[in-house]
């Protein structure tokens, strides 16, 4: 029996934080969702390598945003694959973003989170396959 994928989502809206368990759950993912960025790096700091993905809104409320939660993360582990998610910080991206990032706009489909999702580990395994 394989391990089900452990991915960090960070979002500070109650009912999309669930939304999101929910659907990443069906997808076959196991999540770790906190609603702050200050918890988010806590949790990197402790142990980078063992989330396959970073999925994380921009605006946070106080505290770390998702640009500084990634670049944490991006320090810590290389390769992590990072997706963020914003209602209005897209046009941010090309100059807070990490590279190799994805950014969906809300809203979004929930499939158009899984298949970003599934591309990014799926591109990050095949680049770690080259390296």
Same mark, same amino acid.
């Given at each position: 029996m394989t391990t089900a994928p452990l991915l960090l989502v960070v979002e500070d809206e109650a009912l999309?934080?669930?939304?999101?368990?929910?659907?990443? =759950?069906?997808?076959?993912?196991?999540?770790?969702?906190?609603?702050?960025?200050?918890a988010a790096i806590r949790e990197l700091k402790a142990d980078a390598s063992r989330f396959r993905a970073l999925v994380t809104d921009i605006r946070l409320g106080t505290g770390p945003n998702g640009w500084e939660v990634a670049h944490v993360g991006r320090e810590l582990?290389?390769?992590?694959?990072?997706?963020?998610?914003?209602?209005?910080?897209?046009?941010?991206? =090309? =100059?807070?973003? *990490?590279?190799?990032? *994805?950014?969906?706009?809300?809203?979004?489909?929930?499939a158009q989170l899984v298949v970003a999702v599934s591309?990014?580990?799926?591109?990050?395994?095949?680049?770690?396959l080259v390296s």
């Open positions: 999309l934080h669930l939304a999101l368990e929910d659907e990443l =759950a069906d997808a076959g993912y196991a999540t770790m969702v906190l609603s702050n960025g200050a582990c290389p390769t992590l694959p990072v997706l963020y998610m914003s209602g209005d910080s897209a046009g941010e991206w =090309a =100059a807070n973003g *990490v590279p190799s990032s *994805v950014m969906l706009s809300k809203p979004f489909a929930m591309q990014l580990i799926t591109q990050s395994d095949t680049s770690s």
